[in-house]
């Protein structure tokens, strides 16, 4: 009996404790409030609403929100009194709603868009430090008057945006994704031979056909090594004139890393050039060096290098 009768004077105690400290706080928090202290009034308003939660406390730290210039959280603390007052039926609900009116067009709006045909899977993106869920991209967001920061990942490359708001403000932010580098594209070379019955290949024979083959493969890594030379000059160009004004040695942050990327690209072309010129003229050599016997019937495909540059030769005997 005696047990029972302490666990009811305890149960009855707790509550009143946490009121009186709810108390306390909220007249330390209306102080600060008025000495203009937002950044210690709406913690201390936030711990009243956590020891004893209610549309009152809610409203207290909207307000401070609000005071503070900080329109979105203000927003969503209203929204959360104006939804506890809605379920209570309480008197204060259509108050609230008008307040929440008022401040709705002052609020800023950051609608974030990925470019077109790219999918939010696999990439990281944050506003201010906070993870961007999936469906939000394409869509307005609430956001306090302000800087703002973005920063993604993608492909392994870190980029950050800042992106500036004022009260009834509204901006759209397109981020930039890396667009992963396709290497081109090349055909074999196909070399049909006549339908004849199968017989042993001459040493000669073979001989001319891996200088085919070698040379051939030089000479497409000669067109790889052109199409890359190109594309590297275009980006080179293109950094030189949009990022850096014409100058090397103006560039910005952006044109810095195009024009290294651009550079790197130009390294690689050169080291396939030569690997497709050793190619090409190995293949030669084994194509020239290779015994003269001619089958009866024979097509051959052969490059050709002259002072003017260089081709491939197509022929047979019959």
């Not at 002052?106 to 696999?122: H, M, N």
């Not at 050793?278 to 024979?298: D, H, I, N, S």
Request: charged share 25%.
């Amino acid at each position: 009996m005696r047990w029972s009768a302490l666990l009811v004077v305890l149960a009855v105690a707790q509550p009143a404790l946490a009121e009186t400290k709810a108390d306390a706080l909220f007249k330390k928090g209306k102080q600060q409030l008025a000495e203009k202290k937002y950044s210690l009034a709406c913690v201390t308003f936030e711990k009243v609403d956590r020891l004893d939660p209610g549309i009152g406390a809610k409203l207290n730290v909207a307000k401070c929100y609000e005071e503070w210039g900080k329109l979105a959280k203000a927003y969503r603390w209203y929204s959360d009194a104006e939804k506890m007052a809605d379920e209570s039926s309480d008197k204060r609900g259509p108050k609230i709603k008008e307040l929440l009116e008022a401040l709705d067009s002052d609020i800023p709006r950051l609608t974030i868009k990925l470019p077109p045909k790219v999918e939010p899977a696999g990439l990281t993106v944050k506003l201010d430090g906070a993870v961007v869920a999936a469906d939000a991209f394409g869509s307005e967001q609430r956001v306090d008057p302000g800087s703002h920061v973005i920063e993604y990942e993608a492909n392994g490359e870190k980029k950050s945006k800042t992106v500036p708001l004022e009260r009834g403000g509204s901006t759209e932010v397109t981020l930039e994704i890396p667009k992963r580098v396709v290497k081109p594209k090349v055909d074999p070379i196909v070399v049909i031979p006549p339908k004849t019955e199968p017989r042993p290949e001459p040493p000669s024979r073979a001989r001319l056909i891996a200088g085919i083959a070698i040379g051939s493969a030089g000479v497409a890594a000669l067109g790889v090594a052109g199409y890359l030379t190109l594309d590297a000059r275009g980006s080179y160009n293109d950094a030189l004139a949009t990022h850096c004004m014409g100058s090397t040695n103006m560039c910005s942050d952006e044109g810095v890393r195009i024009t290294g990327d651009a550079r790197g690209r130009a390294n690689t072309a050169t080291v396939i050039a030569i690997i497709g010129a050793a190619a090409v003229a190995g293949g030669v050599v084994l194509f020239v060096t290779a015994p003269k016997r001619r089958p009866e019937t024979m097509v051959y495909l052969a490059p050709a290098i002259g002072s003017d540059g260089g081709g491939i030769v197509l022929g047979g005997g019959f």
